[in-house]
């Protein structure tokens, strides 16, 4: 009798997976440990893995379809063996479903995929494929386009966003491959890694010939912001994206943090003109070794040391009990092209600004990547969110749930302060701390927050 493979359960959040590719097909033998398919969630794309030795009978599911959990995806079993019709519920939706949305790296990290308490998810049944990080989509599928015919075919939509995969667009920069003129042979037409090393092979045509001298060149998309005083075309392809399952997820939790958990803010500005001295003086130091740490390096670290010091922020709400967490585990806010996760550094009081500075890096990498193991961003007992980078004066954070706190971190700014009698250039930095009322009163916010800007201001204390 076939065997039905059904969708598993893939994170603590998952409802419904979307089969973003199938890598075997119907009549392809089938051996266990073979990868059948590729399937998103809504934090990571994850590899299929067949337990069945047989031959691929019937797949139910479309490549694009979103299914949910418990969802046949297709048969296996002897040749020519009858296959009945999948019990579960029937997938929905099609490929258009799954076009990830646009790239939002400014919102708050209150909405990143659910970084809880939650343990590595399992498959939903004992016989159910166990699934494996995807390290990169794999060679096109027998019978289906090849991305190297497609390649050279077009151009993006005037005014249209590129869709195209972090991994895709790293490794288009690294081979130098001009990945506007690739097509994309992903969900809703997403560039993927075997489009580009498709490409590379079978290079894209080239681009259009620059405008003829004398008309006027249209401003370039990097031109921004100065190029809308010039061009008056739309300035967008005007469409509505269906939400991948990770914007789904998040657009649920923000609504869920934000309408459920009572937020209450606390500010503060710090002098960061002793981090910003010591961090300079330790990367002259360590440049020979290819080391150079960030100043988020030393936040995650202050905010650990911190927790520490005020361990009843280090705390979440349970219903009717407040949970105090023995360890440290502190997320950090990454953005990937879907929104936001947030990755979690273990027992991050215990190390070192180096060894967090290493783990970050490596994380924050894999977050792009969407390789993360949920072990990798579940678990964590508070969260940073810094936006220093993009310039950003002050924000507030939506709560991380089931954390009590997050912690907003602001670009570091010159700007006039009083040194004794006189006004000087000083180095200011905002930190904005979000509460969770029914755990964290104003008091208490208030002395973690001392507590972090002690640290900052005397950065050589996270040394020790």
Same mark, same amino acid.
């Given at each position: 009798?076939?065997?039905?493979?059904?969708?598993? %359960?893939?994170?603590?959040?998952?409802?419904?997976?979307?089969?973003?590719?199938?890598?075997?097909?119907?009549?392809?033998?089938? +051996?266990?440990?073979?990868?059948?398919?590729?399937?998103?969630?809504?934090?990571?794309?994850?590899?299929? $893995?067949?337990?069945?030795?047989?031959?691929?009978?019937?797949?139910?599911?479309?490549?694009?379809?979103?299914?949910? #959990?418990?969802?046949?995806?297709?048969?296996?079993?002897?040749? *020519?063996?009858?296959?009945?019709?999948?019990?579960?519920?029937?997938?929905?939706?099609?490929?258009?479903?799954?076009?990830?949305?646009?790239?939002?790296?400014?919102?708050?990290?209150? *909405?990143?995929?659910?970084?809880?308490?939650?343990?590595?998810?399992?498959?939903? %049944?004992?016989?159910?494929?166990?699934?494996? @990080?995807?390290?990169? @989509?794999?060679?096109?599928?027998?019978?289906?386009?090849?991305?190297?015919?497609?390649?050279?075919?077009?151009?993006?939509?005037?005014?249209?966003?590129?869709?195209?995969?972090?991994?895709?667009?790293?490794?288009?920069?690294?081979? %130098?491959?001009?990945?506007?003129?690739? +097509?994309?042979?992903?969900?809703?037409?997403?560039?993927?890694?075997?489009?580009?090393?498709?490409? $590379?092979?079978?290079?894209?045509?080239?681009?259009?010939?620059?405008?003829?001298?004398?008309? @006027?060149?249209?401003?370039?998309?990097?031109?921004?912001?100065?190029?809308?005083?010039?061009?008056?075309?739309?300035?967008?392809?005007?469409?509505?994206?269906?939400?991948?399952?990770?914007?789904?997820?998040?657009?649920?939790?923000?609504?869920?943090?934000?309408?459920? #958990?009572?937020?209450?803010?606390?500010?503060?500005?710090?002098?960061?003109?002793?981090?910003?001295?010591?961090?300079?003086?330790?990367?002259?130091?360590?440049?020979?070794?290819?080391?150079?740490?960030?100043?988020?390096?030393?936040?995650?670290?202050?905010?650990?040391?911190?927790?520490?010091?005020?361990?009843?922020?280090?705390?979440?709400?349970?219903?009717?009990?407040?949970?105090?967490?023995?360890?440290?585990?502190?997320?950090?806010?990454?953005?990937?092209?879907?929104?936001?996760?947030?990755?979690?550094?273990?027992?991050?009081?215990?190390?070192?600004?180096?060894?967090?500075?290493?783990?970050?890096?490596?994380?924050?990498?894999?977050?792009?990547? +969407?390789?993360?193991?949920?072990?990798?961003?579940?678990?964590?007992?508070?969260?940073?969110?810094?936006?220093?980078?993009? *310039?950003?004066?002050?924000?507030?954070?939506?709560?991380?749930?089931?954390?009590?706190?997050?912690?907003?971190?602001?670009?570091?700014?010159?700007?006039?302060?009083?040194?004794?009698?006189?006004?000087?250039?000083?180095?200011?930095?905002?930190?904005?701390?979000?509460?969770?009322?029914?755990?964290?009163?104003?008091?208490?916010?208030?002395?973690?927050?001392?507590?972090?800007?002690?640290?900052?201001?005397?950065?050589?204390?996270?040394?020790?």
């Amino acid at each position: 009798m076939a065997d039905n493979i059904e969708m598993p %359960k893939l994170s603590d959040t998952m409802t419904v997976g979307t089969l973003v590719k199938w890598l075997k097909q119907e009549g392809d033998a089938v +051996k266990s440990g073979d990868m059948l398919a590729e399937v998103e969630t809504d934090k990571a794309t994850m590899e299929l $893995e067949s337990f069945y030795d047989g031959t691929l009978l019937k797949i139910f599911a479309p490549a694009g379809s979103q299914v949910p #959990i418990g969802a046949a995806l297709c048969a296996i079993g002897k040749p *020519g063996e009858k296959v009945a019709a999948p019990a579960a519920p029937a997938p929905k939706g099609d490929a258009q479903k799954t076009e990830p949305s646009a790239h939002t790296a400014s919102a708050p990290a209150g *909405g990143a995929p659910s970084p809880d308490s939650g343990s590595p998810a399992s498959a939903s %049944k004992d016989t159910a494929p166990k699934a494996e @990080p995807t390290a990169t @989509p794999t060679a096109p599928v027998a019978g289906m386009p090849s991305p190297r015919s497609e390649s050279a075919a077009s151009t993006p939509a005037p005014g249209g966003r590129i869709k195209i995969s972090p991994l895709a667009k790293k490794l288009a920069a690294e081979k %130098k491959i001009d990945f506007s003129r690739v +097509k994309g042979s992903g969900p809703g037409g997403r560039i993927v890694r075997a489009d580009i090393l498709a490409a $590379e092979k079978n290079p894209p045509a080239a681009a259009p010939a620059a405008p003829a001298a004398g008309k @006027p060149a249209r401003p370039a998309a990097d031109a921004w912001p100065w190029r809308s005083a010039l061009d008056k075309s739309a300035i967008q392809e005007e469409r509505s994206v269906p939400a991948s399952n990770m914007r789904a997820t998040i657009a649920r939790r923000l609504v869920e943090a934000k309408s459920q #958990i009572p937020h209450f803010y606390v500010e503060v500005e710090i002098d960061a003109e002793p981090l910003l001295a010591l961090r300079t003086e330790l990367n002259a130091g360590l440049a020979k070794d290819g080391v150079k740490l960030s100043v988020n390096d030393f936040v995650l670290k202050a905010a650990a040391a911190a927790l520490r010091a005020v361990p009843a922020v280090n705390t979440s709400w349970d219903g009717a009990a407040i949970k105090y967490h023995g360890a440290v585990h502190v997320a950090f806010a990454v953005a990937v092209e879907d929104g936001l996760i947030t990755p979690v550094i273990r027992d991050t009081d215990k190390k070192s600004v180096m060894q967090i500075s290493t783990e970050a890096k490596a994380l924050g990498a894999r977050a792009k990547d +969407k390789k993360l193991q949920p072990a990798e961003y579940s678990g964590s007992t508070f969260c940073v969110s810094n936006m220093g980078m993009m *310039g950003v004066d002050r924000f507030s954070a939506i709560i991380n749930p089931p954390n009590a706190a997050i912690l907003a971190v602001a670009a570091t700014q010159k700007k006039p302060v009083v040194k004794g009698d006189a006004i000087v250039i000083g180095q200011r930095m905002a930190l904005t701390l979000s509460c969770d009322h029914r755990v964290v009163d104003g008091a208490l916010g208030a002395k973690f927050l001392a507590a972090v800007k002690a640290h900052l201001e005397s950065p050589s204390l996270l040394l020790l």
